[in-house]
């Protein structure tokens, strides 16, 4: 170690114990040292060179042990040198770098804010869908972030005037903007194409000169003009717009003022729609309205004729051949007997034909009105009514809890004891009528009529027989007036239960429906609102 360095190693008299190895890469340190021990480290800087020493106990034979370190100037000023030269190049490569790092931070940091004040630019001009597609990070970075998000909720709740404009060409109404002079300042393509104007002959004008015949302008201005001014909005006003060629048009008028506050007024937005159409419509359901009255009063009419004027002739067709039977019997003899008994049973036949027809008509002009009506003791009613014919039968009639409804207490009746009946009637030979009634929740099965809602209450009251059912192709035939499936020598009545039925069901806001098959019974499902805006309390 002492050999390759230059450190001298004395004792406590001064003699050199050990000498560096180069001579040529030290000095003498000697003339330079205190001849008194040092108890800490010396460093002096000279002439010659650079000397370090410090006095060290370490040796038992001595008192001190003086180790010094000597590097003569020349071998300073050259490690010098190389310094100088290793830290220029330093210097210039840092400089090198830090412009690169600058340059790479300015394209960095200035593209970014570039690209956000063209995005910027954009959006003043209405470009609500301006969105930055840069790669960047940090506070740039939140920066384009934040300005993408608020270009997109922008673009979700502001609409641009294009968009306006598209909106309001594409309107089948007239749309005329006021200003709070009473200038026309928009208006779109409808408004022109119904007017027969251009749209630089209305801009500007006056809209009382341009849009209201003269002889109505009064009553305009006191039923449109000053009621919207006072009340800030009115809804389908009906008014006349006037064309270009002097044609009066029926227009249906709303209004709404523009304004910031409650006192600010800008203006008038007027939007009309043109009613020839609905008014000619108008006139003609009038017109129908009046015949179906008419219509009406002849079917009251002829319910009136039904009941007494045809009636009177049958009661006396029967009433003289009673007599002729009683009177003349055994002079008419058998065959004469025979034919007189076949015109009382017609006579009869007719008779039965006249009361239904009259039921039937009678219907929606002779009802009562609705009250709370509990099916299930209007049920047992009809039962204890159809008690002999059940009884003669042997059949069996079941019904579960059935609910309370508004209804016409008589028409429900007459109802349920058409259907029972019914199910009594049509039975096979072989078996015991069974009649089973019930009420379901309605299944929405078939739809609704449109007069029907949801909105009442629906239940389903379900009457389902053992007997001889029918073909499911005749189930809309059999709902029809004066319509049979089987001929009278088979089973009694007039065709007319059935479609009384429906009548019934129809007026109560319901419908009535069949399920059959032959030899496998029927159901028959009457839907009915369970509750009536106009019953009585």
């Known amino acids: 170690m002492f050999g390759e360095n230059p450190i001298w190693v004395f004792g406590s008299d001064g003699q050199v114990l050990k000498r560096p190895g180069k001579h040529e890469a030290v000095f003498d340190p000697r003339p330079y040292m205190s001849k008194e021990p040092k108890g800490s480290s010396t460093f002096l800087s000279l002439k010659d ?127 005329v903007v006021v200003s709070a002079e009473g200038n026309i300042q928009t208006v779109n393509k409808a408004t022109c194409a119904l007017l027969g104007y251009e749209e630089k002959e209305l801009i500007g004008r006056p809209m009382e000169d341009m849009l209201f015949p003269k002889h109505s302008f009064v009553s305009i201005k006191v039923e449109v003009l000053e009621k919207i001014s006072r ?24 209004g709404s003022v523009m304004s910031e506050g409650k006192s600010d007024f800008h203006g008038i937005i007027c939007i009309a729609v043109d009613i020839t159409d609905r008014n000619r419509a108008d006139v003609e359901l009038k017109r129908f309205s009046d015949q179906l009255e008419r219509s009406n009063k002849e079917l009251q009419d002829f319910t009136h004729i ?77 039962i204890s009514d159809l008690e002999v014919r059940i009884e003669e039968s ?75 059912g029918f073909d499911d192709k005749h189930v809309d035939r059999i709902f029809g007036v004066f319509q049979r499936l089987h001929g009278r020598s088979e089973y009694e009545g007039t065709g007319i239960g059935l479609s009384v039925c429906k009548k019934i069901a129809e007026r109560h806001g319901g419908m009535i429906k069949a399920e059959s098959a032959p030899g496998k019974g029927t159901k028959f499902m009457v839907t009915l609102q369970t509750t009536q805006p106009n019953r009585v309390a």
């Open 306 to 382: 039904a009941s007494h004027d045809l009636q009177e002739p049958l009661r006396k067709v029967s009433a003289f051949g009673d007599r002729l039977k009683t009177r003349c019997g055994e002079a008419l003899g058998d065959q004469g007997n025979d034919y007189l008994e076949r015109m009382q049973n017609a006579v009869e036949r007719m008779r039965t034909l006249i009361n239904g027809l009259l039921t039937f008509s009678q219907v929606n002009t002779k009802g009562q009105p609705f009250f709370q009506v509990d099916l299930g003791r209007v049920t047992q009613e009809v």
């Open 49 to 175: 060179g650079m000397l370090v020493y410090q006095d060290l106990s370490i040796v038992p034979s001595m008192p001190f042990v003086r180790i010094a370190i000597s590097i003569p100037s020349r071998l300073l000023l050259g490690d010098l040198s190389h310094a100088l030269n290793f830290f220029s190049l330093i210097f210039l490569l840092s400089i090198v770098i830090t412009t690169l790092i600058a340059f790479y931070l300015s394209r960095c940091l200035s593209r970014p804010v570039i690209e956000l004040a063209r995005a910027a630019e954009g959006f003043s001009k209405g470009e609500l869908s301006t969105q930055v597609k840069i790669k960047t990070t940090g506070e740039i970075k939140l920066l384009v972030d934040s300005f993408n998000q608020i270009s997109r909720n922008l673009e979700k709740t502001t609409v641009s005037r294009d968009y306006v404009e598209e909106i309001l060409e594409s309107m089948h109404e007239s749309l």
């Open 231 to 254: 009340e800030r909005v009115i809804n389908n006003i009906q008014t006349c717009y006037l064309t270009k060629d002097g044609r009066e048009i029926p227009m249906l008028f709303s």
């Open 394 to 468: 042997g059949g069996r009639v079941e019904v579960d809890e059935l609910p309370t409804i508004d209804a016409d207490p008589l028409q429900m009746r007459q109802l349920l004891q058409n259907l029972i009946g019914n199910a009594l009637k049509f039975q096979r030979k072989e078996d015991r009528p069974l009649v089973k009634i019930k009420a379901e929740p309605f299944n929405g099965q078939g739809g609704l009529p449109n007069e029907m809602s949801h909105d009442n209450g629906l239940c389903t009251i379900t009457v389902h027989d053992n007997g001889i």
